[in-house]
């Protein structure tokens, strides 16, 4: 599926089953990073990612949760200085942001990408290898993970 046809795919779900697409990715990200998720970024970090989205994955997130929660992901960028926080942090104040919201495609897509550019990063990939367009191992399996979530969202729904 190219990234045309993952388009597609988030156009014929409901904004419901996105979000669900969202959440399975951004939980399903934190494993890809190497050597952990707890070993890449600070303790405080790990603490406050791990406990804000369970708190999604518990109920409905509102406007004000979803601010609270953005204004100290953007705080952790001056506490810790982890290489790929920044692109996480994206990630997860969309995530938010959507969550009180609406998950629409473009949003879907971003929060997408965010995730995978978090754990480039974190890879110590070469820009020589990157332009060759190649990603690494651990990259390609976060793809093909990625891609996984999108099918089995539209084969349901």
Request: net charge negative; with cysteine; hydrophobic share 45%.
């Amino acid at each position: 599926m190219s990234a045309q046809g993952w388009k597609e795919a988030l156009c014929n779900i409901s904004p419901g089953v996105r979000r669900v697409v969202s959440a399975d990715v951004v939980f399903g990200s934190l494993r890809f990073f190497r050597p952990t998720f707890g070993a890449v970024f600070s303790a405080e970090t790990v603490r406050f990612v791990q406990s804000a989205l369970e708190s999604a994955r518990s109920g409905h997130v509102d406007q004000a949760e979803s601010d609270r929660i953005s204004v100290r992901l953007y705080s952790l960028l001056d506490e810790d200085p982890a290489i790929g926080l920044a692109s996480l942090v994206a990630a997860l104040s969309l995530f938010f942001d959507c969550a009180a919201a609406e998950f629409d495609v473009d949003s879907t897509l971003e929060i997408m990408s965010s995730c995978y550019e978090a754990v480039l990063h974190t890879e110590g990939i070469s820009q020589d290898m990157l332009d060759s367009n190649l990603d690494g191992a651990n990259c390609s399996q976060l793809i093909d993970f990625q891609r996984g979530v999108i099918e089995r969202a539209s084969s349901v729904g």
